[in-house]
């Protein structure tokens, strides 16, 4: 049982490894941010918190929001906390092979580049999709995001994942452009694709994360430590 959960915790470093890439790919493509950050943006122009500052206080809200949906609080989502941001923050600092592309990238001008760019874009929406899949497949529980979006697809069983994850992003895309966030064409192919691609990539993948029973943390520290 103890091999299992480190076997499991190992699954989701890999996944949020895969997952940061993806991020870091549409960062890279440079035509827009994702709506989470146009609504951090959009907050931190109307309150006296920083974009970092709005960021965080966005994270814990929807962390109250996953306690709401009684959704299991693990060490994926601890892992997340603490991994994620570092791995994208490294891969854009050491992402010598992305680099080179965006290179060639920046090269172009005109329809060539915004098409370059947006293939990129969806390319990093599918690494994201895939690590996903992997490290939610662990069962140690998601990043707060993730983990609303699995308590909202357990409460409408009826509705696919894809278009409830739409229907998540398009709401924050709304509240941060009213507010003011800077968007663009890449925001807008987050708001409208990142939904049916990761629904298409978890049925390639053959991962349906309704079914998935995620351990709380202390379940998953009773078994590693046998306390």
Request: glycine content about 12%.
């Amino acid at each position: 049982m103890r091999l299992k959960t480190v076997k499991e915790l190992l699954r989701v470093v890999i996944g949020l490894a895969i997952f940061a890439y993806g991020v870091h790919l549409t960062i890279a493509a440079n035509i827009g941010v994702n709506p989470w950050d146009v609504l951090g943006q959009g907050i931190a122009k109307h309150t006296p918190l920083n974009y970092g500052i709005a960021m965080t206080a966005t994270s814990i809200l929807v962390l109250l929001i996953d306690v709401l949906l009684r959704q299991p609080i693990g060490y994926g989502m601890l892992i997340d906390a603490l991994l994620t941001g570092n791995l994208v923050q490294l891969y854009n600092d050491y992402g010598h092979f992305t680099n080179n592309l965006v290179g060639e990238t920046l090269k172009l001008s005109g329809i060539p580049a915004v098409c370059a760019s947006v293939v990129m874009m969806l390319i990093g929406i599918v690494f994201m999709a895939v690590g996903q899949a992997i490290y939610m497949g662990a069962g140690q529980s998601c990043g707060p995001r993730d983990t609303m979006l699995v308590g909202l697809a357990l409460r409408f069983r009826k509705i696919p994942i894809g278009l409830i994850q739409n229907c998540i992003l398009l709401s924050v895309f709304v509240v941060g452009w009213i507010l003011g966030g800077s968007v663009g064409i890449g925001t807008v192919i987050c708001v409208l694709l990142t939904g049916p691609v990761m629904e298409y990539v978890f049925k390639i993948m053959k991962f349906e994360p309704r079914k998935i029973n995620h351990k709380n943390i202390i379940e998953s520290t009773k078994i590693l430590f046998g306390v």
